[in-house]
């Protein structure tokens, strides 16, 4: 402790690495020690929602324990390793190899090497292989889990799907289980859990999987999450987090069915929860964190169904100095009250697509109108700052699509220069990321644009936003490719992924340490070809993450993939059932 102290006299923000934060909960040893951990920086860890659900729901259970860490920045990793001590948890102390079974939350791609980075701060070896009895159950879970393979042999097993039941039925299978093995057995007959070693993939002489060895995996559902177990305490960071404020969840799952996104497929059903549980909650939080700000999460905050109700509810509820944040709306079901409480510095809209048969491909079913009246309603509350976020290199883009952007931002102006209440000079940020497939999404197929397709869409699109007023934005070409390589990879990745982080690959996510050069000369000595990745996928393929069932059908994500090469419009969920095959657990049906 007296070398961790003079170490933490030297390193950039030491308050990260001392626990002991307002709010962190009394634990102590317990039978079954657990630790979840968060590969990034403590700001990120601590906005993080899933990770204080998962230690609520493992420190209900007698016999229990959860505690937390997260990636140490590069300055205080080093002096660990230098001076020999193991990377510890927050509130303990206690060294990650000690405990029973770490959890890694897996929340993007590039966080994987950072996964590497902590086990190997902690003294516990990479491979799963290479890990005996004396070394923890490295477990992870969140949406990266829906394809679990390119990590598939640093791990020992995967929760894919909601956590809430399924992590309380590990805890306590494991407090009955007195080996590893016995317990990863049993593991697999709890829904949502996937073991890699039980269940592997079978190629055939090119390389191509042909079958899976082993049992199907159901994805775990939370259906009631009124009575779920939710937090109504929140540790406050020593550190000020990046999303610095109480949290709900309003509802999980999405109504919409955009083709591109991941999140809207994996996370269905839509369940909301009820106006009182939530009022309720928010008021707990609120109290017991001395937060003035209340965030309202979830995929779609303004299709809540009872938005109205509880945005009104809150305002009766809460002190009167707190203020409501929601997230980036959808300009189409925007309305003025939704936003009479929040704070008015700026309205985040996401149109992502520029013209109306880009947006149709993607069953963005929103129109040149709906953006109008949305713009509108956003200036007569006083906003004169909107960020608009789009895609490029989306399936069947066009030029005239890109050029569409520009015309949705003069659309915007145009609107606002009509406005009797204007009183500032608008200001239009426009955001632009690569179109990255994803597994469970009717573009899971599609291809990832190449470096030449990007650097011409990129110069148009700089060209056609040198507008006064409008600040444009965009990603690194090769962060979004590294992200679609992963995202869709196979078992075969792990060796690329192992050789890069021994080649100094960590927080690949952060632009100044990812090294895409590094990452070539490691899918190189893996013989790992990129472009097998990138490229466009038979749709009669077996796909890597085929063995999994998530609960919407590999039949309609087929036909929504033929859907949108046709330009046809599904539509969501609110406008009749789609049968996307969670009929029996869909609340709407």
């Known amino acids: 402790m007296k070398t961790l102290d003079e170490i933490l006299l030297t390193v950039e923000r030491p308050s990260r690495y001392i626990g002991g934060e307002c709010g962190e909960p009394t634990i102590k040893p317990e039978k079954f020690n657990y630790c979840i951990c968060f590969p990034d920086v403590y700001e990120v860890a601590m906005s993080n929602l899933g990770i204080r659900i998962v230690q609520e729901v493992i420190n209900r259970v007698d016999g229990a324990m959860a505690d937390r860490c997260f990636a140490p920045w590069p300055d205080f990793g080093s002096a660990l390793k230098e001076n020999g001590i193991p990377l ?17 939350s897996l929340q993007y791609e590039l966080s994987y090497t950072t996964i590497l980075y902590m086990l190997d701060l902690a003294g516990i070896p990479l491979l799963a292989s290479e890990r005996g009895e004396e070394y923890p159950i490295i477990q992870g879970g969140g949406p990266c889990a829906v394809n679990p393979e390119p990590i598939a042999d640093f791990f020992d097993l995967f929760v894919i799907g909601d956590g809430e039941d399924s992590m309380r039925e590990l805890a306590e299978l494991k ?10 057995k049993k593991a697999t007959k709890i829904r949502g859990v996937y073991v ?10 090119s390389g191509k999987i042909v079958d899976f060895s082993g049992e199907k995996v159901e994805k775990a559902f939370c259906l009631d999450l009124d009575n779920a177990v939710f937090p109504h305490t929140q540790t406050v960071g020593n550190v000020e987090a990046v999303h610095d404020r109480a949290v709900i969840e309003v509802m999980r799952g999405c109504y919409r069915g955009c083709r591109f996104c991941q999140a809207g497929f994996i996370y269905r059903p839509v369940r909301p929860r009820s106006v009182g549980n939530l009022t309720q909650t928010a008021c707990d939080l609120i109290r017991s964190t001395g937060f003035d700000n209340l965030s309202m999460n979830s995929l779609s905050t303004s299709d809540y169904p009872h938005l109205k109700e509880l945005l009104s509810s809150l305002k009766q509820s809460l002190p009167k100095y707190t203020t409501v944040s929601l997230p980036s709306l959808r300009i189409d079901s925007f309305e003025e009250y939704y936003a009479e409480e929040a704070r008015k510095n700026s309205l985040t809209f996401a149109p992502e697509a520029g013209t109306q048969r880009l947006r149709n491909v993607i069953n963005k079913d929103i129109s040149e109108e709906d953006i109008i009246t949305g713009a509108k309603k956003a200036f007569n509350l006083g906003y004169s700052l909107i960020k608009l976020y789009f895609m490029m290199g989306l399936p069947t883009e066009t ?60 110069n148009l699109l700089k060209k056609k936003l040198a507008v006064k007023g409008v600040t444009y ?24 992924i192992l050789l890069a982080y021994e080649s100094g690959a960590v927080y690949d996510s952060w632009g100044e340490f990812f090294k895409p050069s590094v990452w070539d000369v490691a899918f190189e000595k893996a013989s790992v070809e990129k472009q097998a990745y990138k490229a466009e996928i038979d749709t009669a393929s077996i796909l890597p993450w085929d063995f999994i069932n998530v609960g919407v059908s590999k039949k309609f994500l087929l036909k929504e993939y033929e859907r949108a090469k046709a330009e046809t419009v599904t539509g969501g969920c609110q406008t009749g059932c789609k049968n996307c095959g969670l009929q029996g657990r869909c609340t709407l049906v």
């Open 175 to 184: 407090l009955k289980c007195s080996s590893k093995q016995e317990f990863l």
């Open 399 to 458: 030029d005239e699509d890109l050029e569409g952007i520009l015309n949705v931002v003069k659309l915007i102006q145009g609107v606002y220069a009509e406005n009797p209440k204007r009183l500032r000079g608008l200001r239009i940020n426009v955001s632009v990321s690569t179109f990255v497939p994803k597994p469970f999404t009717p573009f899971a197929w599609a291809k990832f644009i190449s470096r030449e397709e990007f650097e011409y869409k990129f």
């Open 196 to 205: 890699p070693s039980l269940t592997k993939p079978v190629y055939d002489n």
């Open 88 to 104: 510890y948890s927050l509130g303990l102390k206690m060294p990650l190899k000690n405990f029973d079974m770490l959890g890694f």
């Open 473 to 496: 934005s965009w990603n690194d070409y090769e962060v979004s490719e590294l992200e679609a390589v992963l995202a869709r990879g196979d078992r075969k990745l792990s060796k690329a």
